[in-house]
């Protein structure tokens, strides 16, 4: 099938009770292309990783969340990629298409492309707007019913904050209301999570975005059975967060990387004049080169080879040569040992590697007010809180400071 891409969405306005997601539309005049005459990929051939409660999970996922043109056509990229092999599905309420999702579910098994959804891995998310005491339950409920499943192998909590924004917003929309990680407020939310684990709604449960310091403090107060298992963080050669990632690993937590090529058509509100783009670094493009592959395949192998194969990617895209190109990238290695290391780097001047620490989500959107507009304070871990009564101090005092700061200096913030 061969067809234009059109808006607007169908996106009901105000989906969410408070307030959620802007996609600024990126109408791009290429064409959406699937062809169901372009071979798949054996499932099978496809990389696993056994995670700490013993499932097995498929490192490539295919990835529901685009821009405000291609919603119309996520149940068609989604069918075709079950079709073309992929069985690991990556969803969010955040996406505002878990129905559409759930019928490509439905009419990849009418189709018999499986024989049912025991074969796919799907993962959803909490959006940061569910995360209280008597949100969490509806909020998987309502996933459940829109998938149209019993259950769910992996849900992530979305954000380590419920820090939202207005459907619609722009890149310098501010949440009055939004907060830092106040680590008991987020165990409530995550006893939540646990809870609905034990009633078998949830097969495994894991965190997105989340920090060391936060992830440090949950670790410290879960046991065996509600650790997370899975961190889902934004990944790719020129972020690669190496750090962070072994340090999730060496806590049994397996990483997958998003963004994994770039996010080429990612929302505007992340965009920025600093950002690079992974598919035409240099280095992407040469290896590319000798290998006679795709720039793409090269991001993707990397991300599945890198640290012995323990973590994994989600990519989408809507063409049948991107869709298969990108699940085949988790299948062999396509990469030798020193292209990886000329990627990875090792820490020696010989091999720099090419991280350029190129964060694309700033998450600026959801900056509360302490931290003066500084968006790398989301990711830093300066501002984390044990407990309400220490983020109650903290505010006073820095409310206090800031005070005499504006009255005092020069050229202080506002
Ligand atoms: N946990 C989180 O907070 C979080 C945040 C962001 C994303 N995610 C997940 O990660 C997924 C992937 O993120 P993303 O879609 O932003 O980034 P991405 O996978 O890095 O990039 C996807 C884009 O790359 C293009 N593309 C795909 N395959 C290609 C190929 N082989 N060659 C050239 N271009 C190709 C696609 O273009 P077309 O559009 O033309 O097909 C698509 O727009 C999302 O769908 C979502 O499931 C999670």
Same mark, same amino acid.
């Given at each position: 099938?061969?067809?234009?891409?059109?808006?607007?969405?169908?996106?009901?306005?105000?989906?969410?009770?408070?307030?959620?997601?802007?996609?600024?539309?990126?109408?791009?005049?290429?064409?959406?292309?699937?062809?169901?005459?372009?071979?798949?990929?054996?499932?099978?051939?496809?990389?696993?990783?056994?995670?700490?409660?013993?499932?097995?999970?498929?490192?490539?996922?295919?990835?529901?969340?685009?821009?405000?043109?291609?919603?119309?056509?996520?149940?068609?990229?989604?069918?075709?990629?079950?079709?073309?092999?992929?069985?690991?599905?990556d969803t969010a309420r955040?996406?505002?298409?878990?129905?559409?999702?759930?019928?490509?579910?439905?009419?990849?098994?009418?189709?018999?492309?499986?024989?049912?959804?025991?074969?796919?891995?799907?993962t959803a998310k909490l959006w940061?707007?569910?995360?209280?005491?008597? +949100?969490?339950?509806?909020?998987?409920?309502?996933?459940?019913?829109?998938?149209?499943?019993?259950?769910v192998d992996m849900y992530l909590n979305h954000w380590?904050?419920?820090?939202?924004?207005?459907?619609?917003?722009?890149?310098?929309?501010?949440?009055? +209301?939004?907060?830092?990680?106040?680590?008991?407020?987020?165990?409530?939310?995550?006893?939540?999570i646990?809870?609905?684990?034990?009633?078998? &709604?949830i097969?495994d449960i894991g965190t997105s975005n989340h920090?060391?310091?936060?992830? &440090?403090?949950?670790?410290?107060?879960?046991?065996?059975?509600?650790?997370p298992v899975v961190n889902q963080m934004?990944?790719?050669?020129?972020?690669?967060?190496?750090?962070?990632?072994?340090?999730?690993?060496?806590?049994?937590?397996?990483?997958t990387?998003y963004?994994?090529?770039?996010?080429?058509?990612?929302?505007?509100?992340?965009?920025?004049?600093?950002?690079?783009?992974?598919?035409? +670094?240099?280095?992407?493009? !040469?290896?590319?080169?000798?290998?006679?592959?795709?720039?793409?395949?090269?991001?993707?192998?990397?991300?599945?080879?890198?640290?012995?194969?323990?973590?994994?990617?989600v990519?989408?895209?809507?063409?049948?040569?991107?869709?298969?190109?990108?699940?085949?990238?988790?299948?062999?290695?396509?990469?030798?040992?020193?292209?990886?290391?000329?990627? !990875?780097?090792?820490?020696?001047?010989?091999?720099?590697?090419? +991280?350029?620490?190129?964060?694309?989500?700033?998450?600026?959107?959801?900056?509360?007010?302490?931290?003066?507009?500084?968006?790398?304070?989301?990711?830093?871990?300066?501002?984390?809180?044990?407990?309400?009564?220490?983020?109650?101090?903290? &505010?006073?005092?820095?409310?206090?400071?800031?005070?005499?700061?504006?009255?005092?200096?020069?050229?202080?913030?506002?």
């Amino acid at each position: 099938m061969l067809a234009a891409r059109r808006g607007p969405s169908r996106r009901p306005a105000n989906f969410f009770k408070k307030g959620l997601f802007m996609i600024p539309p990126n109408v791009s005049s290429e064409m959406v292309n699937f062809d169901p005459k372009v071979q798949g990929i054996d499932p099978a051939a496809v990389h696993k990783v056994t995670l700490a409660g013993g499932a097995v999970m498929p490192v490539a996922a295919f990835g529901t969340f685009h821009s405000d043109w291609a919603q119309d056509y996520m149940k068609d990229a989604t069918v075709e990629a079950i079709r073309v092999g992929w069985r690991h599905i990556d969803t969010a309420r955040a996406y505002e298409n878990e129905e559409v999702v759930g019928e490509a579910i439905r009419e990849a098994i009418a189709k018999g492309y499986i024989a049912s959804r025991d074969e796919l891995f799907i993962t959803a998310k909490l959006w940061n707007g569910h995360m209280s005491k008597q +949100d969490v339950e509806p909020a998987l409920n309502h996933t459940l019913r829109a998938l149209g499943v019993e259950k769910v192998d992996m849900y992530l909590n979305h954000w380590p904050w419920p820090n939202v924004h207005t459907p619609g917003c722009a890149g310098d929309h501010r949440n009055s +209301d939004a907060v830092p990680y106040i680590h008991d407020c987020f165990m409530e939310t995550w006893g939540q999570i646990v809870r609905l684990k034990k009633a078998g &709604k949830i097969v495994d449960i894991g965190t997105s975005n989340h920090t060391a310091a936060d992830l &440090k403090l949950l670790l410290r107060d879960t046991d065996s059975f509600s650790r997370p298992v899975v961190n889902q963080m934004e990944m790719h050669p020129l972020f690669q967060q190496t750090g962070l990632r072994r340090y999730m690993e060496s806590q049994g937590i397996v990483c997958t990387g998003y963004m994994s090529l770039g996010s080429p058509n990612r929302p505007g509100r992340d965009r920025f004049k600093e950002h690079r783009a992974d598919m035409t +670094d240099p280095l992407i493009q !040469s290896i590319a080169a000798q290998n006679a592959v795709s720039p793409a395949k090269v991001c993707l192998n990397w991300a599945y080879q890198r640290e012995n194969k323990s973590g994994g990617y989600v990519a989408m895209a809507t063409r049948t040569d991107w869709i298969v190109d990108n699940l085949s990238a988790a299948t062999k290695d396509f990469l030798t040992p020193s292209q990886m290391l000329a990627i !990875s780097g090792d820490d020696t001047p010989e091999h720099p590697g090419i +991280d350029a620490n190129n964060r694309l989500i700033w998450g600026q959107v959801f900056l509360w007010p302490e931290a003066l507009g500084d968006w790398r304070v989301l990711w830093d871990d300066s501002q984390v809180f044990e407990t309400r009564a220490a983020y109650a101090k903290f &505010k006073q005092s820095f409310q206090n400071h800031h005070q005499v700061w504006q009255e005092t200096t020069v050229n202080a913030p506002h």
